[in-house]
């Protein structure tokens, strides 16, 4: 509804966020796309970071990167409609500051490039110019979300876009079919395979060994695999550059050697600060000779790359992110076995405890290839590459029962699935096991779960191809903490795993969420399993959380999604407000056709909330069967909105809850009016604690009468009704058009006299009254054949006054089997008399 000026497109790093900007730019280059807008400036900040200590003008800015530009001029470009697009805000090294910036408005002023881009973000400058940022999600918050209109996300690959991905790679079908396959005998490769250029990395390591008569397993660890791309790569760059000597892949040579831990310590290096584009100084300060060395070993373009050049400056990179984590693994590998000052237990603990203080997991994957570079079988593969350690099974089973121990309770859940991570890259599957004998036995609610095994089991439920039927947390025996690592805290930081197959597989599962703090974090991803498409997702169950608004606004986001089918949605007891009611409300209305039970009890929503839901209750793709609005500060004017809102869309709904609310008896009396409507197919009517008096029992007689109700049960428990109004709805009740199959007048202060204390019922043991119990009895005897059920608990009845309704009990001509009393009555007395049903 708003103007969209600003857009944040987010995505792991590899999942093609430039290459859909430079896919826009080309489109509308050629004239087929996007025409209206007649100025498109790309800029990556990779190149921005080149002059961010100079200063200039936005204009001579466009002039300077695109000479083509010189003509416009600052009148030119106010009246056009310029889009700007910034590519890959992670690679910058600016430092945007959103706080203490100086204003500047005038497209000639000459500002630093920090300015520039915070002035023109925020509308200062340029304010008719469209903008549009891409990001790593680690790097997006620089931007203030109060700047951004729009967030958007690119996903990578489907399963069948991955399948699609090998297929049309290779022309030999059955190389592709085996590539396919192994992948998917490895769940994390598949998972991995979301990105494309994880793809590619799989690709290129299987392909090779599938073709030249490798010996040896494939690889299905991380570890394994990149050790086998380094190699061939590696090899790869032999042939190129000596050809005739092929040598055998695992014989590095002692230049390669060289280069390689170079960049090792380059990447290593620039991974702690979080940068993956260099230029030639960082290249020089690790040693690396950009001119001969990188050239020369050809690894340059195999798994380090030259990108753009741009004021006489080369920027440098590595092929993935994933690759330098990987280099970066080695080399400080190596630097350990070298210096050997440390044993390796004690390395891989500081070096774990470090990655897992990281907010972002930039670490994630460097400890994990760290773990995995500690088993010999890969060091045997990498050759002299990591020099020589000690690794007896003893030193490796110490590290691995530490990894298990370790205290994982005040890290985010994403961060502790990772030492499950390293668990398997060590090749130790025995907490998986154990999950699997958990998941499988009978007295799960029984077992209590560690740390390391709520990670171990959010990870297969998030990996899992079966869909379970449930997961529901309460069922699980473990540390708060415990379950909520159960809810992965947020996919998209996690940068190297396929955001959509993830949520999909583990949301799938969850039919019961309730009873655990949930963040908007987790809110969001719920959200995005409810857009997925497909969505599996069909009950969501939030209740007993603390939503609040925004956690509600970012939920209905994902209800309004074309894609959401959910059926169930309960929200009970969520703190939610009239506000939060009215973007729910309008999310279920732009999608209204799947819904069937709504539970939105005890929450504040009040008539207003209610108001907005009468919107998506009169659409006439509305096919609600059940709502629950218990305790939710409702008035008669809800009543009112809700009887006009059904009246327009009548058929679907069954059962309306509308208990512990003030609706008072002009809210009954329009309710009345709907019952008795001919398409109104009500069959459960809840008005407990309703504030009903025996004013109203008149007209729910003659709803009961009326042959078109489909009542079939009707609780009008703790409402004043006394005596009279009972008596009121027997007139009802024996009507052979009466359906009533319960009914429930739980303390209705039936057959006590206004004001009688309870101290007075207590002195009178059993209370008084068989008034409302005769007249309850002769309206049933005039009509034997529904009421099945009748509750009067709480009401001062006794037992002589029970006895002839538990007479009809007994009798098998009527179909009454159950009269609840729980107190009047002595259990004893009502054993004797209703000894089937007690
Ligand atoms: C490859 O797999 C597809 C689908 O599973 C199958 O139809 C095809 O025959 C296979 N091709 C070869 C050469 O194995
Ligand atoms: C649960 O059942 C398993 C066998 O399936 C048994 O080994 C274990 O002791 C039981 N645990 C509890 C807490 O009853
Ligand atoms: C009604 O709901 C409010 C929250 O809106 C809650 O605090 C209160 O305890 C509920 N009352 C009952 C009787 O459940």
Known sequence: ????????????????????????????????????????????????????????????LLHVFHPTLQKVTAEKLAV??????????????????????????DVTQKSSVNELLTNLIQGNLLPSALVWITSRPAAANQIPPSCVDRVTEVRGFTDPQKEEYFRRRSSDEELSNRTISHIKTSRSLHIMCGVPVFCWITATVLEHMLTTEQRGELPKTMTDLYSHFLLVQTKRKKNKYHEGHETSPQELTEADREVLLKLGRLAFEHLEKGNIMFYQEDLEQCGLDVTEALVYSGLCTEIFKRESVIFQKTVYCFVHLSVQEFLAAVYIFHCFTNRNTQVLKDFL??????????????????????????????????????????????????????????????????????????????????????????????????????????????????????????????????????KQRLIPADFSDLPKVSYDSLIIAYFICIHRLSGCELSVIHCNTIAAALKSNPSHLRQLDLSDNYLENLGVEVVS????????????????????????????????????????????????????????????????????????????????????????????????????????????????????GFLQSPDCRLETLRLSKCSVTHERCVCLASVLKSGSSHLRELDLSRNKLKDLGV????????????????????????????????????????????????????????????????????????????????????????????????SGVSPCCFHQYCPKHS
């Not at 099974?393 to 005040?410: C, F, H």
């Open 349 to 482: 603990e500081d070096t774990m405890e470090k990655s897992l203080q990281s907010k972002n997991g930039h670490l994630d994957l460097f400890v994990r290839f760290l773990h995995g570079l500690s088993l010999e079988s890969n060091q045997r593969l990498l050759g002299g590459l990591l020099g020589q350690t000690e690794n007896s099974p003893e030193i490796i089973q110490r590290v691995i029962n530490n990894l298990k121990r370790m205290d994982t309770y005040d890290i985010s859940p994403d961060r502790s699935i990772n030492i499950f991570h390293c668990l398997m890259e060590m090749n130790d599957h025995s907490v998986h096991q154990e999950i699997q004998e958990f998941l499988k036995s009978e007295n799960r609610s029984e077992q209590r779960l560690s740390g390391i095994q709520c990670s171990a089991l959010a990870y297969m439920l998030q990996m899992s191809e079966e869909v379970l039927d449930e997961l529901d947390l309460k069922k699980y025996r473990a540390s708060t903490k415990g």
């Open 727 to 822: 008596r009121k709805l027997c007139f009802g009740l024996n009507s052979t058009n009466c359906r009533l199959e319960t009914l429930g007048l739980v303390h209705c202060h039936l057959s006590l006299i206004d004001g009688l204390s309870s101290k007075k019922q207590r002195l009178r043991g059993c209370g008084l009254s068989e008034i409302s119990c005769s007249s309850l009895v002769s309206a049933l005897k005039s009509n034997p054949s529904h009421l099945r059920e009748l509750d009067l608990s709480r009401n001062d009845l006794k037992d002589s006054d029970l006895k002839p309704l538990l007479d009809l009990v007994e009798d098998p001509d009527y179909r009454l089997q159950t009269v609840r009393s729980v």
């Open 80 to 105: 056009c409609k310029v889009l700007f697009i910034f590519d890959g805000l992670d690679e910058s090294r600016l430092s945007l500051d959103f706080i203490n910036r100086k204003v500047v408005s």
């Open 557 to 672: 986001a994902g209800l309004e999604s074309p894609h959401c089918r959910l059926e169930t949605l309960r929200l009970d007891n969520c703190e939610l407000t009239p506000s939060s009611c009215s973007s729910l409300a309008s999310a279920l209305k732009s999608n209204p056709s799947h819904l069937r039970d709504l539970d939105l009890s005890h929450n504040k929503l009040q008539d207003s909330g209610v108001k907005e839901l009468c919107g998506f209750l009169q659409s006439p793709d509305c096919r609600l069967e059940t709502l629950r609005l218990k305790n939710c500060s409702l008035s008669e004017i809800s009543c009112s909105s809700l009887v006009s809102a059904l009246k327009s869309n009548p058929s679907h709904l069954r059962k309306l809850d509308l208990s512990e609310n003030d609706l008072q008896d002009s809210g009954v009396k329009d309710l009345c």
């Open 1 to 60: 509804q708003r103007h969209i000026r600003v857009v944040l497109t987010n995505g792991v790093a590899g999942v093609g966020k430039t290459f859909s900007v430079q896919k826009f730019t080309l489109d509308w280059a050629e004239g087929s796309e996007n025409q209206d807008v007649s100025l498109l400036v790309l800029l990556s900040f990779r190149e921005l970071n080149l002059i961010r200590d100079e200063q200039y003008s936005l204009l001579t």
